[in-house]
């Protein structure tokens, strides 16, 4: 069974910068690709940023140039940079983790609150 981990996020003011880091629990599998996704109060979940085990990245267009993610694919984890933040970044942020066993499977961690006061 794998766990997903995530952890950093928390309440900053409009400008700042905050990093959510994340990271699979488990072993006797390979991570293909990781991303974050987020979801406001009552909106759908979105694409925030998505990384694949050879390094292409993907944003969405509404944080294109302020967020920026990276992986250690050493340990297995994955961050993501948020700078510039507005308060439409407001949401609760989900580590997506694909990982590839036999077939992939899509593992998601509990999410954790970004929040960004104007």
């Known amino acids: 069974q794998v766990q997903v981990v995530e952890s950093g996020g928390g309440l900053v003011q409009t400008g700042g910068s905050l990093r959510l880091s994340c990271a699979p629990s488990?072993?006797?599998?390979?991570?293909?690709?990781m991303g974050w996704y987020r979801q406001a109060p009552g909106k759908q979940r979105e694409l925030v940023a998505a990384?694949?085990?050879?390094?292409?990245?993907n944003y969405a267009d509404s944080v294109n140039g302020r967020f920026t993610i990276s992986r250690d694919n050493a340990k297995n984890t994955v961050y993501l940079e948020m700078s510039r933040l507005k308060p439409e970044d407001t949401a609760v942020y989900y580590c997506?983790?694909?990982?590839?066993?036999?077939?992939?499977?899509?593992?998601w961690g509990q999410g954790t609150q970004v929040t960004v006061s104007s």
């Open positions: 997506n983790v694909r990982v590839w066993k036999w077939k992939e499977y899509d593992y």
């Open positions: 488990g072993s006797g599998f390979s991570i293909n690709a």
């Open positions: 990384i694949t085990s050879g390094g292409r990245t």
